[in-house]
């Protein structure tokens, strides 16, 4: 990243943005600056050099830092980063649908938890005592419905249109039994088939969330996902980045690794 400006000086512009406003980024900076070593890692790094990048727009930067605080279950990192997303572009519809995807991956528990933060920051920006348009409800489909949508988000997923549904739905059942039947109806055909956020944007969080929680095996299926659904690499790996200063270094290391390998076997088989 080429950018003249000071540290100092792309950490203030980050927080403003972040807060809505030049006063509250200036009391991001005023907190960041009272915690010592830590803030200034906060500040300076987190804000001055990962934020301040340009590769991942902070629309979507913000998307990733929703997902992994929501599935790590950060409460208070989470109601700033909710304000920010919104501050960010994200609308209070996206944000809602972050935490039903990531609730697939981490457990509803925690997308439950993030919602109600979501509700107190979306009332106090409206000033009202309650939010006022509630999450979107789920569609209600009989079964062949949820399994011919979830079947449609498996071939985006896997790249291949050509599917042979069939055999894949053998698959699943086999390997995992009543698990699968929910694996296709719920997690893809009632979840990832919604359209009040993209398959893109789905990929994004879902990453994010299996980042945060290394779980590596699901991580590896969804990075592939991820480049099927339009994610570019450049994105992969800038969200990677950014997780390190939510989800830790060696997490996000591992990550790296991953979505490297993931290249790699994408080039050989192209």
């Known amino acids: 990243m080429s950018d003249p400006r000071t540290l100092h000086e792309r950490a203030l512009e980050v927080s403003a943005t972040l807060a809505g406003s030049d006063d509250g980024g200036q009391a991001l900076v005023e907190y960041c600056e009272s915690r010592g070593a830590l803030g200034a890692i906060a500040l300076y790094t987190g804000a001055g050099e990962i934020w301040a990048r340009t590769e991942l727009s902070r629309r979507d930067r913000s998307l990733v830092v929703i997902s992994a605080l929501t599935a790590l279950g950060r409460e208070r990192e ?9 501050n960010h572009g994200l609308s209070a519809d996206e944000i809602d649908e972050i935490f039903l995807q990531v609730s697939a991956y981490a457990g509803v528990p925690f997308g439950l938890a993030a919602g109600e933060i979501a509700d107190e920051v979306i009332a106090a920006r409206e000033g009202t005592p309650r939010r006022r348009t509630p999450p979107a409800p789920l569609e209600l489909k009989d079964g062949p419905k949820r399994r011919a949508d979830g079947m449609d988000v498996l071939r985006t997923l896997l790249g291949q249109p050509d599917l042979d549904i069939d ?82 270094f060696p997490r996000a290391i591992d990550g790296m690794i991953l979505a490297r390998k993931v290249f790699a076997e994408a080039d050989a088989g192209s």
């Open 78 to 86: 989470l109601r700033t980063h909710i304000a920010g997303g919104l």
């Open 167 to 248: 055999a894949m739905e053998a698959r699943i059942q086999k390997s995992q039994g009543f698990m699968g039947d929910l694996v296709m109806d719920c997690a893809f055909g009632d979840v990832w088939a919604r359209p009040q956020l993209s398959r893109r944007d789905r990929s994004l969080a879902v990453i994010s969330t299996l980042t945060a929680l290394n779980l590596k095996h699901e991580l590896e299926i969804h990075l592939q996902g991820a480049l099927h659904h339009g994610v570019t690499r450049a994105e992969i790996e800038e969200m990677l980045v950014t997780m390190i200063l939510y989800g830790g």
